[in-house]
């Protein structure tokens, strides 16, 4: 809606850059609200990521889902999409791919780790393997001088209404989760 999964998703792209051999794609899921209601919010347009459709994840050897939450859970956006990928788990053709889960809320008790915890469903049934990152981030996990999105299941901020933007620690954890996700995935790949 404002921007700040993306913001996270350049940061982890990068991360994951760092690796030698890696490649990263930035997609977007369509957006369901109507141009209207998207201004009556305040939304900035949308940034000129492609969408992606369902059939293109089959084709990465990893994938980090980010999305911003609705009530302690995925965006309906996003679960329109997961929804539309019946057909990959018909085929099961992302059993065995590595998976991880980023995120934005709204406020503190906003579904910093619901939000992934009942995301985590959707990469189960497609039989996709769940890399988190734990306390990896190491001391950055344990701030509390600041306000801090994440948690041991992925990185996230805090958008609050919108105006909030990702501090510096946020968009380390994000950095530092692209970094560790690439690494267990070329692991799992074989190539590292």
């Known amino acids: 809606m404002y921007g700040h999964v993306e913001k996270l998703a350049n940061e982890i792209k990068k991360g994951a850059e760092s690796v030698e051999g890696v490649d990263v794609k930035l997609w977007q899921v369509p957006e369901t609200l109507h141009e209207e209601v998207l201004g ?4 900035p347009p949308k940034s000129d990521v492609p969408h992606i459709t369902p059939q293109e994840l089959a084709e990465a050897d990893g994938i980090l889902f980010g999305f911003p939450t609705r009530f302690g859970m ?3 956006q996003f679960k329109a999409f997961m929804d539309a990928t019946g057909g990959l788990w018909r085929t099961q053709a992302l059993a065995g791919k590595p998976a991880g889960i980023f995120y934005s809320t709204g406020s503190q008790g ?3 780790e619901t939000t992934p915890l009942t ?22 996990m ?13 990185s996230g901020t ?4 919108g105006s909030r933007q990702p501090t510096e620690l946020e968009l380390g954890q994000a950095f530092h989760q692209g970094k560790y996700f690439a690494g267990i995935t070329k692991k799992l790949k ?3």
Do not use: N, R
């Not at 995301?119 to 950055?140: E, R, S």
């Open 158 to 161: 805090f958008a609050g209404d």
């Open 110 to 112: 906003g579904g910093q």
């Open 40 to 43: 009556k919010m305040g939304a």
């Open 190 to 192: 074989g190539t590292a």
């Open 142 to 154: 344990f701030e509390m001088e600041s306000v801090k999105g994440g948690s041991p299941y992925g």
């Open 74 to 76: 995925m965006a309906a």
């Open 119 to 140: 995301a985590i469903t959707q990469l189960t049934h497609h039989g996709m393997l769940f890399v988190p990152i734990g306390y990896t981030f190491g001391a950055g």
